[in-house]
């Protein structure tokens, strides 16, 4: 059973592991930084109080990072997607919030749809000139009660 809590500084490992096998699986997305940096922006996020784990027998599986309303990074293990670990973090903050803003990337089907089905709406798309990966991007909000 999936259980969720909040991130402990023990948790960057595998925060930052997360991350980095996202990117070293997606073919679109430009890997810009080391593992070890991925794990140290992890300690960040953690530090900074904005993360919930997903775990399963006391193995992170998948992760948020959440500062007020902007959901800054919602990723799951590649194991575990589709066997909703994502819905299950998502709703925690959605019980927490009355809004939530993110932005995820164009070439991102998976993280579109999964938002939409959730209530989110699209609130703008841009050209990616403004992102690190220089990949076209889209801002997506949800209010609570629009599900």
Excluded at 53 to 76: Q, S
Aim: charged share 20%; proline share 1%; aromatic share 8%.
């Amino acid at each position: 059973m999936t259980a969720l809590r909040a991130a402990r500084s023990t948790d960057a490992g595998k925060v930052g592991a997360i991350l980095t096998e996202f990117v070293a699986t997606t073919d679109w997305m430009p890997q810009l930084h080391t593992g070890a940096e991925d794990i140290a922006h992890a300690g960040q996020l953690i530090t900074r109080g904005w993360v919930t784990v997903a775990e399963v027998e006391g193995d992170v599986i998948g992760f948020a990072a959440c500062d007020g309303e902007d959901l800054d990074a919602l990723y799951v293990a590649r194991s575990q997607r589709g066997q909703g670990v994502g819905t299950a973090l998502l709703h925690h903050l959605q019980k927490e919030r009355a809004v939530l803003k993110l932005w995820t990337f164009q070439a991102n089907l998976a993280a579109q749809n999964f938002y939409l089905k959730h209530g989110f709406v699209e609130q703008e798309r841009t050209d990616g000139a403004s992102t690190d990966e220089g990949l076209p991007d889209i801002r997506f909000q949800w209010h609570k009660g629009s599900l």
